[in-house]
């Protein structure tokens, strides 16, 4: 009310303002300030999930450019997700991150009044800090191999009502890695090893299902697909959880990179607790082997939050 | 008309789909591309100004984590200056781009069909280049001294429908930079020079008008504010100018980045062309000291696009 | 992509054309329609419940001028309703519709794809209709009393993300009707019966509590507050059920108008498939004393749908 | 600021009361309440052009139901033009509207603040007012004969940025009338006077030009459409002029409605202070014959606002 009120004095003042000679720069800036009121609204609506998804921008060019090793380059792969780290441990409105290839995906608790819902703002700091972290932690993973030039990740918001929707929506992205990946393995087994040209792969692959794949892999190049690494066939699930350090017998709320099927149903069973408790009140998972990401964490032995 | 009829289809093929055992991540995923559907367009109206705002978030404390002399710090200015450039350089739908402390805004040609306007889409490549930017062009201004973590900018779009509309934000944001940097200038003088605390040197400029902090600047530290640097009076606007190489004769468009007053009508007046012709039609317009950002462009010698 | 394809095509297009003379209208024409692109997408967000609420514009001035009963006016509701009714027929994705006073909220199935989820279409078509029938059913409620001029009725559209959400928003429009009616009640019976003055009425009123204002109808007008109509208390709900005509063993789908208590759970529970099954699945429930809505629509005798 | 500030405190006020047995009415409303929160806000941008189009739904039918005439119905023709006046004299805002068929556009002076230019309030009261006046006025054109039943329009908001924009989309909808009511006489004619059925009509003039259909007129039914009534030709505009009374000498702002041909630059000369000066600077200008518009406001012989 209050607001409207002052929107239509600052209107009637600006048109009165403007007829007079400026003075001071004071008085020329409020002069200027109407164009504050052409900044409409966007905040989100309440009590649905906010889903945050970043892509990289022409990273097969970016990925030529800095030769990835195909069909996964391990180092790209912790670099997106110390990236995503990165901004899972600022904001702590988000609930899990997932990530695989050049995109990542982050989850707001759904009761979040972080930014007051506004769309823009969740949106653009989330995007801004992931961009910066992948720049500042590129020599953390790739050494003295020189990032060529700044990279650029689009971003869009998703609002889920239901948890079913945002079940379905993980498990739409966790399918994309496998039928990614599983392609990719074959393809680039059958250009590197197999000695086609992208093309002969390319043909060869048209039309083929899962099983085809499969087959192709274990005949001519003797791997076992389910035995590749779960970060490629499954992509990374950041999750915060909570740990005992026996030494000191204190709890820490560490975050987490996860590699688990969210495809099958006992995921979700097993962490029914995620999308309706508080991370803080979950009991102890145990958290698999130490990656880079918890080791970090451990080693500040902060007290949970 | 055909996506409309796809999305119904889409919806009741999901429906049925979902009813039957999953066999392949394919069926899989397609039995999860629904949630697809809960993006929405946010396509911005044609025929209007879109400018994207940068802010720093948190720069207050970046900058005192940062050592960033005060009022001003010459090279966080130019490194600002130079990742607006990074970005300019990359949207050649972009007009113009102002900067002054930790702050840049965009302005896209009126017409612009960059990603078919849609406002998630540019707000966050113009926010993401500029980001991972000003992390990897930071050792070009800061040297061996360390960047001590990634900073975060959030980002808006305001849409101005009107020319005069345009030129009043952009004056309100210059007029912005004089109110802030004379306030600045006088308060760090009276710290730094005047041994004031920062209380009393707030207390002593509380209630004057710019004329007072022009006195005291003057009396009291002999400093004539008219003759402070125009990048930090006026803050800096990124344009797209053509200059002839005399040596080779042949012209070049190149982004020249100027301190020029625009709250003065003469500006506008002489930047009349911007606003309603293409740049490669402007003509040669004396771009004055040769800054990082010219010289780096003089150097690739490129002819014009 | 088609679309985006089409558009850009066709903003060229336009601009060729229109240096051109035009021939024939049909050209005019063409050159012209670039402006339909200016509409914007409206879409809702899928599965979330959409409610419409209409109210009455300046009803106050209104209900004076037709000389309502104060303090309610039983022809006027049952215009409301029928109006409502006269919507509810016509649009079978409605759910619910909950009416009071001057303002009707209609409720849309979940996954309505009516309109494809356009907001403006979904609002407009049914804040049309109804202010339609509003003015078409006036003497069927109103006799030969005449209408003095066309009334206004606004409308908004909310999303409800959850079935809990939904129902709170029906709660509070029901809570609603409670304290406007026993504050009405007792306000109107002071000023017809107890000769007070507006202004002493309402000071008398000022901040008593329900109790207060039951025990003053009780003392001073014998009026046992309980005892009335619940259509005053508790406002109307349309829903649709199925009845069994026994004449005839065929059973009708017929639009039913309640006054039940939506405050206590036990509704819910009692209409618990009202949210999740369809409604020409529902069992037959009692439907209480025969009202003009549904004689009406037993005169039909049409099968159900 | 407060706003938000009151969000969040109701947003955990509602949560603690929740837990709480309800005890009086007010409390269970003020623990709903929250439900508000979910109405997002729709300010249209300022400094832009709000058209609102209605749109009659299913009016085919409509007009068949009520034996229009064809291909005209001068009675309906001259309903719409009074459900817009209708609309026009109470909404003081609108600068013009624009009808013809089942179909009407109202135009907002580009500066207007109304309802803070929420787009659902403009939309649903222009929406909700045009069609209860098109019910209550059905008699004054039909007489007796009889609505049977409240017809539904739907309605759009649309922006425009520019005048030139605004002036395409009204030679936008006119010379869709030319271009329909020249197919429509030239088809009434061949299937009314021509004995063609409806599919021959259709096929006859399948791939005809306008230069065809005029010649179909003339040659076969001595019908010159050049003299047929400029409100079939060219639909009706609604302003806002000043007129002299003579006899009293006051001056009075009466709606006027006429029928020019907009598609010709020399009507927005003649008109060129009405984008930008109020309707009450305007001059004199001879509105023509009398219509039954301007009789009716004559009549009130009220002084101009």
């Not at 495809?263 to 130490?290: A, C, D, M, R, Y």
Request: proline share 3%; aromatic share 14%; with cysteine.
């Amino acid at each position: 009310m209050s607001l409207i009120f002052n929107r239509e004095i600052l209107f009637k003042t600006i048109l009165i303002k403007r007829s007079n000679k400026l003075t001071t720069f004071k008085m020329a800036k409020s002069s200027f300030e109407y164009v504050k009121m052409f900044e409409l609204d966007d905040t989100l609506l309440p009590n649905s999930w906010i889903v945050v998804r970043l892509d990289g921008k022409c990273f097969h060019k970016f990925s030529e450019d800095h030769d990835f090793s195909k069909p996964n380059d391990i180092r790209a792969l912790r670099l997106m997700n110390y990236a995503a780290f990165s901004v899972f441990k600022e904001f702590h409105d988000l609930l899990m991150a997932f990530g695989q290839s050049d995109e990542y995906s982050f989850i707001f608790k759904k009761h979040t009044t972080l930014y007051n819902r506004r769309a823009s703002k969740l949106l653009t700091t989330i995007n801004s800090k992931f961009s910066s972290s992948y720049v500042y932690y590129w020599s953390k993973f790739f050494g003295t191999y020189n990032l060529k030039y700044p990279p650029t990740f689009d971003g869009r918001i998703i609002l889920y009502p239901s948890d079913e929707n945002l079940i379905d929506y993980m498990k739409w992205r966790q399918a994309d890695v496998h039928i990614n990946n599983l392609y990719n393995t074959t393809f680039w087994n059958l250009v590197l090893k197999g000695n086609m040209s992208p093309t002969q792969a390319e043909k060869r692959l048209c039309g083929t299902v899962s099983a085809n794949k499969n087959e192709i892999l274990y005949n001519e190049f003797h791997i076992n697909y389910n035995n590749e690494p779960d970060i490629y066939k499954r992509g990374t699930l950041l999750l915060r959880k909570i740990i005992n350090n026996q030494d000191t017998n204190k709890t820490y709320t560490v975050i987490v990179d996860i590699h688990d099927d969210m495809l099958k149903e006992i995921f979700w069973k097993e962490h029914s607790t995620l999308l309706t408790v508080k991370p803080s009140k979950q009991n102890f998972i145990h958290i698999g082997p130490i990656t880079d990401i918890i080791e970090e964490q451990l080693k500040l032995k902060e007290p949970s939050e």
